[in-house]
Protein backbone atom coordinates (compact mmCIF):
# COMPACT_ATOMS: atom_id res chain seq x y z
CA UNK A 1 0.00 0.00 0.00
CA UNK A 2 3.18 2.29 0.70
CA UNK A 3 4.52 1.34 -2.47
CA UNK A 4 1.50 2.63 -3.98
CA UNK A 5 1.25 5.66 -1.92
CA UNK A 6 4.61 6.80 -3.21
CA UNK A 7 4.13 5.96 -6.68
CA UNK A 8 1.43 7.77 -7.16
CA UNK A 9 2.64 10.58 -5.19
CA UNK A 10 5.52 10.76 -7.28
CA UNK A 11 3.70 10.33 -10.57
CA UNK A 12 1.71 13.77 -9.37
CA UNK A 13 4.96 15.59 -8.12
CA UNK A 14 6.35 14.74 -11.66
CA UNK A 15 3.95 16.20 -13.38
CA UNK A 16 4.37 19.50 -11.78
CA UNK A 17 2.60 19.20 -8.33
CA UNK A 18 4.25 20.29 -5.02
CA UNK A 19 4.11 17.83 -2.71
CA UNK A 20 1.67 18.59 -0.08
CA UNK A 21 -0.31 19.21 -2.84
CA UNK A 22 0.62 15.62 -4.57
CA UNK A 23 -0.45 13.90 -1.43
CA UNK A 24 -3.63 15.28 -1.45
CA UNK A 25 -4.42 14.55 -5.31
CA UNK A 26 -3.30 11.18 -4.64
CA UNK A 27 -5.92 10.71 -1.45
CA UNK A 28 -8.76 12.23 -3.74
CA UNK A 29 -7.98 10.00 -6.21
CA UNK A 30 -8.00 6.93 -3.70
CA UNK A 31 -11.74 8.69 -2.74
CA UNK A 32 -12.98 8.52 -5.94
CA UNK A 33 -12.14 4.85 -6.43
CA UNK A 34 -13.59 4.27 -3.48
CA UNK A 35 -16.51 5.66 -3.86
CA UNK A 36 -16.62 4.54 -7.37
CA UNK A 37 -16.40 0.97 -6.12
CA UNK A 38 -19.45 1.63 -3.49
CA UNK A 39 -21.53 3.34 -6.08
CA UNK A 40 -21.72 -0.15 -8.36
CA UNK A 41 -21.82 -2.63 -5.32
CA UNK A 42 -25.29 -0.50 -4.27
CA UNK A 43 -26.30 -0.55 -7.46
CA UNK A 44 -25.75 -4.38 -7.96
CA UNK A 45 -27.49 -4.64 -4.42
CA UNK A 46 -30.40 -3.16 -5.69
CA UNK A 47 -30.51 -5.04 -8.86
CA UNK A 48 -30.63 -8.22 -7.03
CA UNK A 49 -33.29 -6.85 -4.96
CA UNK A 50 -35.77 -5.33 -7.50
CA UNK A 51 -35.47 -8.68 -9.68
CA UNK A 52 -36.11 -10.51 -6.58
CA UNK A 53 -39.17 -8.31 -5.95
CA UNK A 54 -40.22 -8.97 -9.83
CA UNK A 55 -39.91 -13.00 -9.04
CA UNK A 56 -42.18 -12.37 -6.33
CA UNK A 57 -45.14 -10.17 -8.02
CA UNK A 58 -45.62 -12.35 -11.25
CA UNK A 59 -47.06 -15.41 -9.50
CA UNK A 60 -49.46 -12.47 -7.56
CA UNK A 61 -49.97 -11.07 -11.29
CA UNK A 62 -50.97 -14.76 -13.22
CA UNK A 63 -53.40 -15.21 -9.78
CA UNK A 64 -55.05 -11.91 -10.48
CA UNK A 65 -54.99 -11.70 -14.71
CA UNK A 66 -57.44 -15.93 -13.40
CA UNK A 67 -59.31 -14.21 -11.27
Known amino acids: MHAALD???GTFQAHGSAPVLALR???EL?????VRQAVLLAYIDDFKVL???ALCVVPLALLLKGG
Open 7 to 9: GAT
Open 25 to 27: QHR
Open 30 to 34: IRNMV
Open 51 to 53: GLS
